[in-house]
């Protein structure tokens, strides 16, 4: 018998199917969350088509599943050992980060009083680069602590592991889904913005927006932004260079390429023009579209 109760070389839990799996919850599911989906559960086995020795089977995997999800101790219990045998027994269990990874865990739930919880994420494979580069922000803002290991083949997801108390958990998770928002350009980085590229100028342009090389160097060497050209839209880091490149490619967008900001805000090129003079404090004819504004843009302009 090993040192966690079970037989030598065989994993004390099956990862196969966890009981959050059985239950169909997430990792982060309150005690409220884990009770309805028990109830919910019983009510779709006791269902007539559901019957048979596979229905029956899946009932003791729900009640037991229950059991344990619904004890904070037995809970905190089955979350420490599906670790120390992803740790042990799972794909990275050469890995030395995944075993210090596992004992940390351990060694903050023992000075913790509330439920540590551990969380796994799969990403797809072009996210591990920039997600990298997110997740040291990520463990100071959140105090989660996150770790990243790369896929094993060119196609396979990579996984993140997440420990930490429930809100930490939870706040480390929104924190990398909204890093691969960025990264895909469906929402504006913290310090630049996201121009978008007319549906029917991408069609003409053969599919990709190319964005013009010289000018684009121009403008990065000066004022120290980056610049990621995408299929149908363009990502700017860099809030003092994310002026000068709107400015140089909305004549190339016949003025209709429209600014995604961070906060949400997606403005026409008069309302951004107007929001950039403000923030830059001086006046930018460059930015006017060489048309005159008809009364909705006016309005738009007025309330931006």
Not at 164 to 187: C, H, M, N, P, W
Not at 230 to 259: C, N
Request: glycine share 6%; net charge positive.
């Amino acid at each position: 018998i090993g040192a966690w109760g079970c037989i030598e070389g065989k994993p004390p839990i099956t990862f196969q199917k966890s009981h959050y799996d059985v239950l169909r919850v997430p990792a982060t599911a309150g005690t409220s969350e884990i009770r309805k989906a028990y109830l919910r559960r019983c009510r779709a086995l006791r269902h007539p088509l559901a019957c048979g020795p596979l229905a029956l089977e899946d009932f003791y995997q729900t009640t037991e599943a229950y059991r344990v999800l619904s004890s904070t101790s037995r809970r905190m219990d089955y979350n420490e050992s599906r670790l120390v045998n992803e740790a042990l027994f799972g794909r990275l269990r050469f890995d030395n980060r995944m075993l210090a990874f596992a004992l940390r865990h351990i060694a903050h739930r023992a000075h913790k009083r509330s439920e540590v919880i551990v969380d796994r994420l799969e990403i797809e494979r072009r996210f591990q680069e920039p997600l990298q580069r997110g997740l040291q922000p990520l463990r100071a803002r959140t105090g989660a602590a996150l770790i990243m290991f790369a896929s094993t083949s060119q196609e396979g997801p990579a996984e993140v592991f997440v420990e930490g108390e429930i809100g930490a958990v939870e706040q480390a998770k929104r924190g990398v889904a909204e890093t691969l928002s960025e990264f895909d350009g469906f929402k504006a980085p913290a310090d630049g913005l996201v121009l978008l590229i007319p549906v029917d100028l991408v069609e003409r342009m053969q599919g990709h927006f190319r964005l013009d090389k010289e000018v684009t160097d121009w403008v990065c060497c000066s004022t120290k932004a980056e610049i990621r050209c995408l299929s149908d839209r363009v990502v700017v880091r860099g809030q003092r260079g994310y002026i000068a490149i709107v400015m140089l490619q909305q004549a190339r967008l016949e003025w209709r390429g429209q600014v995604l900001l961070p906060n949400g805000w997606l403005l026409d090129s008069w309302s951004f023009a107007a929001v950039a003079e403000i923030r830059s404090r001086n006046t930018l004819p460059q930015m006017v579209p060489p048309v005159e504004p008809d009364l909705p843009t006016v309005r738009r302009v007025l309330y931006t």
